[in-house]
């Protein structure tokens, strides 16, 4: 697990030996049942991934609880719905596959790391069971670990955005792809939608908009 800078850092702070019994006692390399419960109750969990000059990114994923689903001991999946157009996070998955994904609450201070090779399918089997996915990602474990709750502020989840699939009759559409810069570069799919549901807007309303939570 670890390399030469890790335990030249280890050495300097004279915590190899430490740092080898947390390898010894918290590494898994497979999902047990109180981590399955925990990870697929989650409603966001952040997710790095790395683009084809090694930079690494990270980004948010929210959803219900249980858009993340364990499909086995080994292998957890979850739905890409939409996003910005950039598929940055899945274009990163398809040019390098290796990812890392932090689990969190924020009620009760908890937190899973997962890493693990992602792939990412618009034929997978699981497109079924997620309304509006794009894609679904499937990440196979290489390893994982439950992290202390030292340092985790304490926070309640007041409601689910609206924006995610299944909480209303009709997903909304983006704030931002209301902005009048963005009406000729709108997917086919978008086409016509801004002036049916409020209407084009401009960047500095967006932005107005963004600063008041409703972006």
């Given at each position: ?25 918290i ?11 925990f ?41 890409s719905?939409d ?28 937190r899973i ?5 992602a792939?990412?399918s618009k034929d997978?089997p ?18 994982m ?12 989840l007041?409601?689910l ?6 909480q209303?009759?009709?997903?909304p559409l ?5 902005i ?9 799919k978008?086409?016509?939608r ?22």
């Amino acid at each position: 697990m670890y390399g030469e800078k890790h335990r030249a850092l280890q050495d300097e702070f004279e915590t190899r030996k430490l740092a080898d019994r947390m390898e010894e006692i918290i590494i898994q390399q497979e999902i047990g049942d109180e981590e399955k419960a925990f990870i697929e109750s989650r409603p966001m969990f952040f997710l790095s991934t790395v683009d084809q000059n090694g930079q690494p990114t990270v980004s948010y994923k929210g959803g219900a609880p249980g858009f993340v689903r364990v499909v086995d001991k080994t292998t957890l999946a979850f739905p890409s719905y939409d996003g910005n157009g950039m598929f940055y996070s899945m274009g990163n998955i398809q040019q390098t596959a290796k990812v890392g994904l932090l689990f969190l609450d924020f009620e009760t201070p908890h937190r899973i790391r997962f890493h693990g090779e992602a792939s990412v399918s618009k034929d997978d089997p699981l497109m079924a069971d997620f309304n509006e996915a794009e894609m679904i990602v499937r990440v196979k474990l290489s390893k994982m670990w439950v992290n202390c709750p030292r340092y985790i502020h304490k926070y309640e989840l007041k409601e689910l955005s609206h924006y995610v699939p299944g909480q209303k009759e009709k997903t909304p559409l983006a704030g931002w792809k209301r902005i009048d810069l963005m009406q000729d570069v709108l997917p086919p799919k978008d086409k016509g939608r801004p002036e049916k549901e409020g209407g084009v807007i401009t960047m500095e309303e967006w932005v107005d908009n963004v600063h008041k939570g409703k972006g």
